[in-house]
């Protein structure tokens, strides 16, 4: 019999499941409820990288199957979600130059079109770069951009016209579980209303949070503000790849040819907030790091801040997501995305839907049991088998 599906939250992970449950044939019976508008909440404010530089293989494979979806989205999906593959240069001081060596011969093994190149390559698009402090540059052709919004409303769409229920406005109350709290038997409505599944996904990013609780399910997520900065930077060129400075811990995506959306990886500072309740703009503090951090790398004087804004990140103690099931028989976790969900959420759509029609991942590189909640207990976190200095990843 094919299974009842309910998944909570019509954000990108949320639209990504439901689509590849409709392509797997269980479009007729999933339901999607989405508290607000499909892709209108943290998936819209995604800078939307596109990448596969990561140092464990479990996660390069499932960014380059996901660079691959956005290639063909068009046919996948009948409609342009925004991906321009631009390109994508990953620069890193000497100190790490060894973990970027064989973090990009780890790539190439799988598959990815990645190669080193001299900085003197990235500052022809880049004019201004200060090459003293960056020793070399990774660059992926293949890399570029997407738009989360027109990402999510692409996937939604397409599962919709696959028979997949999509539900907006539809809050959830909180999960229905048995009597002994062992299986997940639907939710609840905000509005009152009981919907009865044989499975529950929960994909509602920060607000997932407070549903598993209730339950007894404690997933080691907090709410983190992650502010942006839109720059007035000319192009000296017709088109510039995404650049990350990794000495810097600082990124900048091309939004048009004069400007630039400024990023920072820092790791080692957390801003928990409300994720209903938080300043949506970059404070002084964070204007301020930028603006020393721009300087170190960039030798230019027509660089100017336009705007910020800011979006949450649901983030785990290792920085890396949790998919997978659970204690609670039949319910199965999406969340804790931690700044990695666009790039990544293609792969993870298939992957909880593996997990939903043949219980296990289809991806030889990607175990089953790889993200799941345990591994926090188990002690064993994910890490980048080749890390770079002072950080996580």
């Not at 957390?270 to 790398?297: E, M």
Request: glycine letters at 10%.
């Amino acid at each position: 019999m094919t299974p009842r599906v309910l998944i909570v939250g019509g954000g990108i992970m949320g639209a990504s499941t439901a689509f590849f449950l409709a392509e797997a044939g269980l479009g007729d019976s999933t339901v999607v409820l989405e508290r607000g508008t499909v892709g209108n909440g943290f998936s819209s404010m995604s800078t939307g990288i596109v990448r596969c530089h990561y140092g464990h293989p479990a996660l390069v494979s499932m960014a380059l199957r996901s660079r691959r979806f956005f290639e063909q989205s068009c046919d996948l999906l009948g409609a342009d979600i925004g991906f321009r593959p631009i390109g994508y240069a990953f620069g890193a001081g000497a100190v790490d130059e060894d973990a970027l060596r064989r973090n990009v011969e780890l790539q190439q093994s799988l598959g990815a079109e990645v190669d080193i190149v001299p900085v003197e390559e990235i500052a022809a698009f880049w004019p201004g770069i200060e090459s003293s402090g960056i020793s070399l540059f990774a660059f992926e052709a293949g890399g570029g951009y997407g738009d989360g919004y027109l990402t999510t409303q692409g996937m939604a769409a397409a599962a919709r016209s696959r028979g997949v229920d999509i539900r907006q406005r539809q809050a959830v109350r909180r999960l229905v579980v048995s009597s002994d709290g062992g299986e997940v038997q639907g939710v609840q409505l905000a509005s009152g209303e009981t919907l009865w599944a044989d499975i529950v996904v929960v994909a509602a990013g920060p607000w997932s949070v407070s549903l598993c609780d209730e339950i007894g399910v404690e997933v080691p997520i907090s709410c983190h503000r992650e502010p942006k900065l839109v720059l007035h930077w000319p192009a000296a060129v017709d088109s510039r790849p995404v650049l990350a400075d990794r000495l810097r811990a600082q990124y900048f995506r091309p939004d048009s040819r004069d400007t630039v959306i400024y990023g920072s990886t820092q790791t080692d500072h957390v801003d928990l907030v409300d994720p209903d309740r938080f300043d949506s703009f970059a404070d002084d503090d964070f204007v301020d790091n930028a603006i020393t951090a721009i300087d170190q790398l960039v030798h230019r004087d027509d660089i100017e801040i336009v705007r910020s804004y800011a979006g949450c990140y649901d983030i785990t103690p290792d920085l890396y997501p949790i998919i997978g099931r659970c204690d609670v028989e039949r319910l199965i976790l999406c969340m804790g995305f931690s700044g990695h969900g666009f790039k990544l959420s293609p792969a993870v759509g298939r992957l909880v839907a593996d997990l939903i029609v043949n219980g296990e991942s289809s991806d030889p590189h990607v175990p089953t049991d790889f993200f799941a909640l345990r591994r926090f207990g188990e002690g064993r976190s994910i890490r980048s088998l080749n890390p770079y200095s002072g950080s996580r990843y």
